[in-house]
């Protein structure tokens, strides 16, 4: 198990090796700009959306039920479909029994991978914020193991193991671009590179939750609205990854519904990679002009989630 520290990346190295057996290191295709109707620049693509379940969640997901002790009831969470559908594969694959809550918002793309990994689906509640109270009381009465989304030292720890695998791959890059709901994701890739390369964040113009941390210099709550809310609108960013969102990312940049949608379907066009709107949020941000990088400047782009049907856009 685990010594309980602060999230660093000499913890996340040591997770790494747990967590491989049961991961895929996915690939990076690179591209440029100029394909997509943008002035050209080279572009390195992070392509998390091929991971097992269909998203980077995976990597924390195992990251805790492998770090932590798993009790006979198994293991609840709650999720806007993603997170679910990760804890649903990992328990399936090490033999736990699994509940997940979702909300209504949940779409069904999601809701159908959850159920094909033999958990139980509990589909209730407007947001995400209603799933986790309904999860929390699950686990209060019945003893299953809670593996909360983002706010979760293993949570952190394991998708921080992204960042060590990025900077393998991509070892040259200056920048690298980051959507970000909870702020699981961008918190263990922050807490990885540690100031080593700019971080940015990329959020939604309807639930801007790090932007509002980071103004207000504390996690608060925010909107959450718009055509990412099952993924990226979880209400406010966890406690835990805020320390290191005010060490490590540069800043947040928001971008609207509109801005995600060209974005999916450029992806789908011109190269054939499916997004989910949160998978695609970072990209909208280099294809909308929202983010301008310097001359020269070495970006890399981070596709997280592919839990989407292609025909929506």
Request: net charge negative.
């Amino acid at each position: 198990m685990l010594e309980k520290k602060t999230i660093t990346r000499e913890r996340i190295a040591t997770v790494e090796p747990r967590i491989r057996p049961y991961i895929r290191h996915t690939p990076v295709m690179r591209v440029d700009m100029a394909d997509f109707g943008r002035p050209a620049f080279p572009v390195g693509l992070k392509l998390e959306s091929l991971q097992h379940s269909g998203s980077f969640k995976v990597r924390g997901a195992f990251t805790n039920l492998l770090e932590r002790q798993v009790p006979e009831a198994g293991v609840v969470a709650a999720s806007g479909g993603n997170h679910g559908a990760a804890v649903a594969y990992a328990a399936m694959k090490l033999g736990h029994k699994a509940t997940i809550f979702v909300p209504e918002v949940s779409p069904p793309a999601k809701l159908a991978r959850i159920r094909s990994y033999g958990a139980d689906l509990v589909v209730g509640g407007a947001r995400y914020a209603e799933a986790l109270a309904a999860s929390e009381d699950f686990a209060a009465r019945t003893g299953a193991l809670q593996i909360h989304a983002f706010n979760q030292e293993e949570t952190l720890l394991g998708q921080g193991t992204l960042g060590l695998e990025i900077e393998a791959d991509l070892p040259e890059i200056d920048t690298l671009l980051v959507a970000v709901g909870g702020g699981g994701l961008i918190g263990g890739i922050a807490a990885w590179f540690s100031g080593r390369i700019r971080i940015v964040a990329i959020e939604p113009e309807g639930a801007p939750t790090l932007y509002c941390a980071l103004e207000a210099g504390e996690p608060v709550d925010a909107p959450a609205e718009g055509i990412a809310a099952d993924s990226l609108a979880p209400k406010r960013v966890g406690e835990m990854m805020f320390p290191i969102a005010e060490a490590f990312v540069e800043r947040s940049l928001l971008i609207s519904d509109d801005d995600i949608i060209a974005a999916q379907k450029a992806l789908w066009d011109r190269v054939r990679i499916i997004a989910e709107p949160g998978g695609a949020a970072a990209f909208a941000a280099m294809l909308s002009g929202r983010y301008v990088p310097a001359e020269g400047e070495r970006v890399a782009v981070l596709v997280c989630g592919s839990n989407t049907n292609p025909a929506n856009f």
